[in-house]
T-cell receptor, first 115, second 110 residues
């Protein structure tokens, strides 16, 4: 059973470009969470999605950031017009159920560097 | 005040030493508590859950004090492979996200 998969593992973008980060949850998991880890800081929750629904986006910046989890395919975290402050590791986690469980399994992360 | 606070360290200890980390949380309604381990540039991995009665897993012992809103992790007989950042994690009573502390860095030296 493959774990949570994220790609790309490393992404370099120039300021103003768009970044798309992908997350495929573990088989059988239908709940996805995105977290961001800035250099030398802890992980911060961004958004929680189920298939085709955003359940909680309280941690998402109001502008430039969006997330989706379509019926088919991976979850996508999209950052438009990236700035240097967006440079961070973005981790995706999945769980088999929703708020009843805290068992979230993390992917290897995508390291975004904005030049 | 941060929701979950940890001493960032680093804690530099020799092999075989016993080391303890502490963590405080601000939300008294928090439901579940964990210690995660994160190696450099890797994803966090669950080390152990923390129960009110305290729990032990080999060389690792975790304890929870709800009255003081305080969680601890004790590592006995430290190994070189224990070198990592240890993250205190809280799952709130309401909400969907894990709330992470900033982590405590441990370096075990030969």
């Amino acid at each position: 059973n493959a774990g949570v998969m994220q790609n790309p593992r490393h992404l370099v973008r120039r300021r103003g470009q768009e970044a798309r980060l992908r997350c495929s949850p573990m088989k059988g998991h239908s709940h996805v969470y995105w977290y961001r880890q800035l250099p030398e800081e802890g992980l911060k929750f961004m958004v929680y999605l189920q298939k085709e629904n955003i359940i909680d986006e309280s941690g998402m910046p109001k502008e430039r950031f969006s997330a989706e989890f379509p019926k088919e395919g991976p979850s996508i975290l999209r950052i438009q017009q990236v700035v240097r402050g967006d440079s961070a590791a973005y981790f995706c986690a999945s769980s088999p159920r929703g708020t009843e469980t805290y068992e979230q399994y993390f992917g290897p992360g995508t390291r975004l560097t904005v030049t | 005040r941060k929701e979950v606070e940890q001493d960032p360290g680093p804690f530099n200890v020799p092999e075989g030493a016993t080391v303890a980390f502490n963590c405080t949380y601000s939300n008294s309604a928090s439901q579940s508590f964990f210690w995660y381990r994160q190696d450099c540039r890797k994803e966090p991995k669950l080390l152990m859950s923390v129960y009110s009665s305290g729990n032990e897993d080999g060389r690792f012992t975790a304890q929870l004090n709800r009255a003081s809103q305080y969680i601890s992790l004790l590592i006995r007989d430290s190994k070189l492979s224990d070198s990592a950042t240890y993250l205190c994690v809280v799952f709130p009573n309401a909400g969907n996200m894990l709330t992470f502390g900033g982590g405590t860095r441990l370096m075990v030296k030969p």
